[in-house]
């Protein structure tokens, strides 16, 4: 495995970091008062989700890998589709992490409440 660090690849690199950046993918999701989850865990998802789509983005854009010695096999379409596939996971765990943890509880996912009645 190498990496191409040419001009156009480098860009490519940019223009899908630029546009995951632009969608809002890089933004850490707000806690709210008395939120039931930990900051600590949420900042760690939240660096993995952003691992998930810088990994992506790198594997689709700059990584080379060649097999074989008489007749070279290119494998970049497996490192692309790879690479799709990371930053597939990242944006789709991102979203859902930033929408369990921003919106308050409540429906399906609340916990039961103690009645007095009774």
């Not at 632009?22 to 939240?46: C, I």
């Not at 998930?52 to 080379?64: C, K, Q």
């Not at 290119?74 to 597939?88: A, D, F, Q, T």
Request: hydrophobic share 45%; net charge positive; charged share 10%.
């Amino acid at each position: 495995m190498e990496f191409n660090l040419s001009f156009r690849r480098l860009m490519l690199l940019a223009a899908l970091l630029g546009g995951f950046a632009f969608l809002g993918v890089f933004s850490k999701p707000e806690l709210p008062q008395g939120s039931p989850y930990g900051t600590g865990r949420v900042q760690k998802a939240w660096v993995y989700c952003m691992l998930l789509v810088t990994l992506g983005a790198a594997s689709a854009s700059v990584v080379d890998h060649y097999a074989g010695t008489m007749e070279p096999l290119n494998l970049r379409p497996i490192y692309i589709l790879l690479g799709v596939g990371l930053m597939i996971a990242g944006v789709v765990w991102s979203r859902s992490l930033k929408q369990s943890v921003e919106q308050p509880l409540g429906g399906v996912g609340r916990p039961p409440t103690q009645s007095t009645n009774g």
